[in-house]
Nanobody, 123 residues
Framework: VQLQASGGGLVQAGGSLRLSCAAS????????MGWFRQAPGKEREFVSA????????LYGDSVKGRFTISRDNAKNSVYLQMNGLRPEDSAVYYC?????????????????WGQGTLVTVSS
């Protein structure tokens, strides 16, 4: 299973980015998918997750109202639209595939991880 995240980059505060994550080697029909991030010197932080059928979503408190997660099962992909970016959003963003039947904020409940894409927000 491989997860390829893309869409990161440098953006000014208040700007937007859209992250994409495409999975191969696995058909993502029954698994939740999530996004986590990790800034230098900090622990990995939950950002958002979406259920297998895209009916339910979860967001971390720091991104609620600014970020929107979505998925396209036909493309085996998950997306993260990030608006109103702040310098504190700067981090490496990782997409992950959850265990079947779970929707979780906990990284231990995710089985596969992408390589990460760097987001840098300048003030």
């Amino acid at each position: 299973v491989q997860l390829q995240a893309s869409g990161g980059g440098l953006v000014q505060a208040g700007g937007s980015l859209r992250l994409s994550c495409a999975a191969s080697g696995l058909t993502l029909i029954r698994q939740a998918m999530g996004w986590f991030r990790q800034a230098p010197g900090k622990e990995r932080e939950f950002v958002s997750a979406i259920s297998s059928g895209a009916i339910s979503t979860l967001y971390g408190d720091s991104v609620k109202g600014r970020f929107t997660i979505s998925r396209d099962n036909a493309k085996n992909s998950v997306y993260l639209q990030m608006n109103g970016l702040r310098p504190e959003d700067s981090a490496v963003y990782y997409c992950a595939v959850g265990a079947v039947g779970t929707l979780s904020r906990m990284s231990r409940n995710y089985d596969y991880w992408g390589q990460g894409t760097l987001v840098t927000v300048s003030s």
